[in-house]
């Protein structure tokens, strides 16, 4: 996996895959950035033990600062999830974790990724955006009061800087 090299001064980050002994940390950044609708630790752990899912988590100084799922059965894929801890944002974390995910998208033959973003996220919204994903439909209070925008990306369809 890859490495995201910091802004002058700031460490590095590292991409790996996501095991059993990251959960307390995703659980820890998924219940700050999410605390409305954060995922369980049971939800988390059945997803590490699915065969058709792949987890990496995106680490600085040995901590957890970013996390991302895929689900993939080709030919659709699926952005479970995708989170960045603030501290790091503009660092590139988040294009790296879009970039590992579909890349093994592609070498699993996915060929049409899809996911949810929150209406009021236009920093994911931009993300996603600059790698391909149109939205493609709406699915009202989603996530708890917000609404879903529904994201494509067909294979060939975005850049990844």
Do not use: C
């Not at 799922?69 to 995708?82: C, I, S």
């Not at 996603?128 to 209070?141: C, D, E, P, W």
Request: hydrophobic share 40%; net charge negative.
């Amino acid at each position: 996996m890859g490495e995201v090299t910091g802004q002058a001064g700031a460490p590095d980050v590292r991409l790996r895959e996501m095991t059993m002994d990251d959960v307390p940390g995703v659980m820890e950044l998924e219940r700050t950035l999410f605390p409305l609708d954060a995922w369980t630790e049971g939800m988390l752990m059945s997803e590490l033990a699915e065969p058709t899912r792949h987890y990496v988590v995106a680490e600085s100084d040995d901590a957890i600062v970013g996390y991302a799922g895929l689900r993939f059965v080709p030919p659709e894929g699926d952005v479970q999830t995708m989170a960045v801890d603030e501290r790091v944002w503009g660092r590139g974390v988040g294009s790296a974790l879009l970039t590992e995910l579909l890349d093994q998208a592609e070498r699993r033959g996915v060929t049409h990724m899809f996911l949810e973003v929150r209406s009021d996220n236009p920093r994911a919204q931009k993300l996603y955006g600059r790698f391909g994903f149109v939205q493609i439909g709406v699915r009202r209070g989603y996530y708890n009061g917000a609404d879903a925008l529904v994201m494509r990306r067909v294979a060939g369809g975005g850049d990844h800087e």
